[in-house]
């Protein structure tokens, strides 16, 4: 138990479809992270947020909408998705975006089939 | 800039040998290094971190990782392989400058019995 909580843990999508995947965090963190992993492929870094405040966003598709409402939260709105984006999109948070003790704490991500 | 690279994509041990999973680094700045565990469909764990204290670094689960600044390696090792340490690892570097964590492509460990 890491304490960062994904739900769902999986979640099978048509093309169509608009979902979201969440990600909440009990440690008192001020920074938030969501991370594509694909078989084959390093992991992505897709969006990052600091006191809720967007402060990186990786060439990402408009496709995915990100969305941080307090510190503790962190949402990725999905719609009109591709079958490429099946992956595991993976939460992570960490104390401060800034400081150089702080590791990332993983969430047990959320497995994504696109139809 | 700040760079990561694991040497090998795959590594096989047979049960109850020594572990040894290459990672290089390039850092402008004293950098931060991170090495993370990751079992089929889950997320990431921390195995241990090594911030600019003590260069030998002990983590969980028995592995243990050693800064060597001169060769600009973090090279994580165990003594004795378990079936359990089947997994994929993550070599981390931490750029100050940029505050980004860069990842290394994985090694994937696998344990024979």
């Known amino acids: 138990e890491t304490g960062v909580t994904q739900t769902p843990r999986h979640l099978v999508m048509g093309m169509t479809n608009k979902k979201s995947l969440k990600c909440e965090q009990h440690l008192g963190h001020n920074a938030m992270y969501w991370y594509k992993q694909s078989a084959k492929k390093p992991l992505e870094l897709m969006f990052v947020?600091?006191?809720?405040?967007?402060?990186e966003n990786n060439s990402v598709p408009s496709r995915f909408s990100p969305e941080c409402p307090n510190s503790s939260h962190l949402f990725l709105h999905l719609h009109t998705l591709q079958p490429e984006d099946s992956a595991l999109y993976l939460c992570?948070?960490?104390?401060?975006?800034?400081?150089?003790?702080?590791?990332?704490?993983f969430g047990e991500g959320s497995r994504l089939t696109v139809l | 800039a700040q760079s990561v690279t694991q040497l090998d994509s795959h590594v096989s041990v047979s049960e109850g040998t020594p572990v040894l999973l290459r990672c290089n680094y390039s850092s402008s700045y004293s950098p931060s290094l991170f090495w993370y565990v990751q079992h089929p469909n889950k997320g990431l764990q921390l195995l241990l971190k090594y911030t600019s204290a003590a260069t030998l670094v002990k983590g969980i689960n028995g592995f243990e990782a050693e800064f060597k600044k001169s060769e600009t390696s973090f090279h994580l090792t165990k003594p004795s392989a378990h079936m359990s340490d089947a997994a994929e690892y993550f070599c981390?570097?931490?750029?100050?400058?940029?505050?980004?964590?860069?990842f290394g492509t994985g090694t994937r460990l696998k344990v024979l019995a």
């Open positions: 981390v570097v931490w750029g100050s400058g940029t505050y980004k964590y860069i």
């Open positions: 947020y600091s006191l809720e405040e967007r402060v």
């Open positions: 992570a948070s960490s104390r401060n975006r800034a400081a150089n003790t702080g590791e990332l704490f």
